[in-house]
């Protein structure tokens, strides 16, 4: 007899977009969900107004939460950036990608202890 197990994680997940600015001043994003907190400030210049995409999920199964911003290219520099991940309990930073000019996808995760 054969025995088929599946066992699936209950992510959550909200997608949205934001407008990055440039003009050399400090810029500040927040994205709140399921009362996670994921901020991204930034001072960007070089060319105009770029739409970008976050993406924050929660899997409180495995106590993850990923905070994902991209754009598929971009003509903007980043004079300073930082991410931040907030939210109940202490957050333990698992994985960070620095920002790149010109680069995709990049990603913060952290799980609750």
Same mark, same amino acid.
């Given at each position: 007899?054969?025995?088929?197990?599946?066992?699936?994680?209950?992510?959550?997940?909200?997608?949205?977009?934001?407008?990055?600015?440039?003009?050399? /001043?400090? +810029?500040?994003? #927040?994205?709140?969900?399921? &009362?996670?907190?994921?901020?991204?400030? %930034?001072?960007?210049?070089?060319?105009?107004?770029?739409?970008?995409?976050?993406?924050?999920?929660?899997? /409180?199964? +495995?106590?993850? #939460?990923?905070?994902?911003? &991209?754009?598929?290219?971009?003509?903007? %520099?980043?004079?300073?950036?930082?991410?931040?991940?907030?939210?109940?309990?202490?957050?333990?930073?698992?994985?960070? +990608?620095?920002?790149?000019?010109?680069?995709?996808?990049?990603?913060?995760?952290?799980?609750?202890?």
């Amino acid at each position: 007899s054969t025995i088929l197990m599946c066992i699936f994680a209950q992510t959550w997940s909200l997608d949205g977009e934001f407008n990055v600015k440039p003009g050399g /001043k400090p +810029e500040t994003f #927040v994205q709140e969900f399921e &009362g996670y907190k994921c901020t991204f400030k %930034y001072t960007a210049t070089g060319g105009t107004n770029e739409d970008w995409r976050i993406t924050v999920d929660v899997n /409180k199964e +495995e106590q993850m #939460v990923t905070c994902m911003l &991209g754009r598929d290219s971009s003509y903007l %520099y980043f004079d300073s950036f930082a991410m931040e991940l907030s939210g109940p309990g202490n957050i333990n930073l698992l994985h960070h +990608e620095a920002i790149s000019e010109n680069r995709g996808n990049r990603k913060l995760e952290g799980s609750e202890v």
